[in-house]
């Protein structure tokens, strides 16, 4: 009974690991592709180079320098909050790709209509661009989050205790490693399931009619 | 760059100056992040030369050097097994018989589903528990060929089915049987559309060959944590070199693909609208690597000035 237990505290850790760095990966995620819009060259470049930088960069080695290279120039915090600002930093260059080719499916003559009414770039974006791009971005942001939730087992290459580093510990254990294997995958299915049914339910929510 | 397709009017005067202004503060504030990074870095002495030193030794370049070699032999020949499975899982996938399809979709599922991690951690678990003691690059290729095949059998499925039913029935009307159908004619046109969303799974994984570090499989990213255990002075200093050889690798890989939408975007312009494989006909069921969630943007779709 207590490995179920266990197997809980790890589903536990995964569902914070996920929803913590999504949070921050959406907020910032959002700010890059803003800004690779933006009329302000700075700020372009900003943003493309960080989601070129992101995508080179496999996520264990990022992972890897911020847990080992950080606390080497005095910043020291928990694993589990290392792991949560990678992944976050990480997913942030995809959102970022998402939310601009959700930007590029609002059809150009909506933004026309908006500049010849003189709307500015926020008022544009902000209430022309951004609303019509959210239905068109929850798809691949539901792709995106079960993507997120299966990255979080990076976790277990540094001990954070989520679920792949429960299974690894069990099997420590008890030897027994077709079962913990099985019960492993079956937490990580446990949360993609529901996962995808509730991107799917939001979709249908969102779909507007055209 | 043509001035219409912006998200915003050609600037005035009064806009021009505003822009500029907020361009200049843009400017100071990265330099100023990079400052207090670089000011950072100095104060605990990561420029000294001592932590240098190491990487002027040559063996210590040789040894660098054959963790990346490890990692490409692992990269390609992970590649080149999950995409011959791939081929055959995705068409088993799309196959008339039921029990085909259904034995398909369960292998792609659950090995889709699977953090990579765990798979690769189990591997090493799992299979000298049944008598097969491999070296860590067959077990870090068998986890990846099972991962990534099924990734990469729903890219071929996304290809054949983006490529539209017109095509399948045009070599049917003409007395092909469904299999040469397949092979002589769906399947080159759809590879060539997928093209660039092939590159990007093999950039995915060179990228994950670097979970060979738990098992451990001495690929780069093994190595550098080697050299900073050897010399823990230089461990940001490794890190650094090992992420520009990753770097180097993955922008080649990028540059492979932006020629090759390229090249396909010149192809289709004189035809009309291409059917690529979108995120539109990928649809919700299909999960998308991060490495390919860009290359899924309809390309025919992409606006120019708001794509900078």
Redesign the interface.
């Known amino acids: 009974m207590s490995y179920i237990e266990r197997f809980l505290g790890g589903i536990a850790v995964s569902v914070q690991l996920t929803l913590l760095s999504f949070a921050i990966a959406i907020v910032l995620g959002l700010l890059l592709a803003i800004m690779?819009?933006s009329?302000?060259?700075?700020?372009?470049w900003?943003a493309?180079s960080y989601v070129?930088?992101m995508?080179?960069?496999?996520?264990?080695?990022l992972l890897?320098?911020f847990t080992?290279?950080l606390p080497?120039?005095?910043f020291m915090y928990s694993l589990f909050t290392s792991t949560v600002l990678v992944l976050g930093l990480y997913?942030a260059a995809?959102i970022c790709?998402?939310v601009?080719?959700g930007?590029?499916?609002v059809p150009?003559g909506q933004?026309?209509a908006a500049?010849s009414i003189g709307m500015?770039?926020d008022q544009?974006?902000g209430e022309v661009?951004l609303p019509q791009a959210v239905q068109?971005v929850i798809?691949?942001l539901?792709?995106?989050f079960?993507?997120q939730i299966?990255?979080?087992?990076?976790g277990?290459?540094i001990g954070v205790a989520d679920?792949?580093y429960t299974?690894?510990k069990i099997?420590f254990d008890t030897a027994l490693?077709?079962p913990?294997?099985l019960g492993?995958?079956a937490a990580?299915?446990l949360l993609?399931l529901p996962a995808?049914l509730f991107?799917?339910f939001l979709?249908q929510k969102m779909a507007v009619l055209r | 760059m043509s001035a219409d397709n912006l998200l915003y009017e050609p600037p005035g005067p009064l806009a021009r100056r505003r822009n500029r202004i907020i361009s200049v503060v843009g400017v100071v504030l990265l330099f100023g992040f990079a400052y207090a990074v670089g000011h950072r870095l100095e104060a605990s002495g990561q420029f000294d030369a001592h932590r240098w030193k190491i990487f002027l030794h040559p063996g210590t370049l040789k040894f660098l050097f054959d963790g990346l070699m490890a990692t490409l032999l692992a990269a390609v020949i992970s590649t080149v097994l999950a995409f011959s499975l791939a081929v055959p899982l995705a068409l088993a996938r799309l196959s008339n018989r039921l029990w085909v399809r259904t034995l398909a979709a369960g292998y792609i599922g659950c090995f889709r589903a699977v953090p990579l991690l765990l798979l690769i951690l189990f591997t090493v678990i799992l299979l000298p528990s049944i008598g097969l003691h491999w070296s860590a690059l067959g077990y870090l290729i068998f986890g990846m060929v099972l991962h990534h095949s099924a990734m990469t059998a729903e890219i071929v499925r996304a290809g054949i089915l983006s490529l539209g039913r017109g095509q399948k029935e045009a070599a049917l009307s003409i007395g092909m049987r469904d299999h040469q159908a397949m092979v002589w004619v769906v399947l080159p046109q759809a590879l060539k559309l997928m093209l660039p969303a092939l590159v990007s799974a093999v950039l995915a994984i060179v990228q994950d060959t670097s979970l060979g570090y738990i098992i451990p499989y001495e690929e780069l990213l093994r190595r550098s944590q080697q050299i900073s255990s050897f010399a823990p002075q230089s461990l940001l200093q490794s890190a650094f070199i090992v992420t520009v050889m990753y770097g180097f690798v993955s922008a080649l890989l990028l540059a492979l693909r932006r020629w090759i939408e390229r090249r396909q975007a010149y192809d289709s312009r004189s035809r009309k609208k291409q059917a690529q494989v979108t995120e539109v006909n990928l649809g919700g069921a299909v999960e998308v690597t991060p490495a390919m969630q860009s290359v899924l943007r309809p390309t025919s779709e992409r606006v120019p000035g708001r794509d900078q």
Do not use: C, D, H
């Not at chain 1, 009329?39 to 372009?44: I, L, Q, T, V």
């Open positions: 690779r819009v009329p302000w060259p700075p700020f372009r900003f493309s070129e930088l995508r080179m960069m496999p996520l264990l080695a890897l320098l080992f290279g080497k120039l005095g997913s995809w790709e998402v601009r080719a930007i590029n499916t150009i933004i026309e500049r500015r770039f544009i974006l661009v068109s798809a691949p539901g792709n995106l079960i993507i299966k990255a979080s087992a990076i277990a290459a679920i792949t299974a690894q099997n490693a077709v913990t294997f492993a995958m990580y299915f993609t995808g991107f799917r979709e």
